[in-house]
């Protein structure tokens, strides 16, 4: 058996160059359409968001540390504009009520 090589790729970050970049998060990324615009689409893996708890838009809910999720953002905008959801709050985005409906004794974020 030879030894492990340990030695690091000519460009210096350790990463091939026709490597995804989109796959430094443990997702991949695509472009999708809604509200009739362009939105950049970002699957996140749940090791990704470890130590990290966001609030869903669509359900108004917490996104525990390490459980995958879905980041997006309207492709021409900025950082601020990244929103964190549940997968599957993402996919029925079109399904849901502009009021977001809640239980009596729900927190109010």
């Not at 970002?42 to 108004?60: E, F, M, N």
């Amino acid at each position: 058996m030879s030894p492990r090589r340990n030695r690091p790729h000519a460009d210096g970050s350790g990463r091939s160059a026709d490597e995804d970049p989109s796959d430094r998060y443990g997702g991949w990324q695509s472009a999708e359409s809604w509200q009739g615009e362009s939105w950049s689409v970002r699957h996140v893996a749940g090791a990704s968001a470890q130590g990290k708890t966001y609030r869903c838009p669509g359900c108004d809910q917490q996104i525990p540390s390490g459980v995958p999720h879905v980041v997006a953002w309207p492709e021409h905008s900025g950082v601020d504009e990244r929103r964190h959801w549940h997968k599957s709050c993402w996919n029925a985005k079109d399904r849901r009520t502009t009021r977001v409906q809640r239980s009596r004794n729900a927190p109010r974020f």
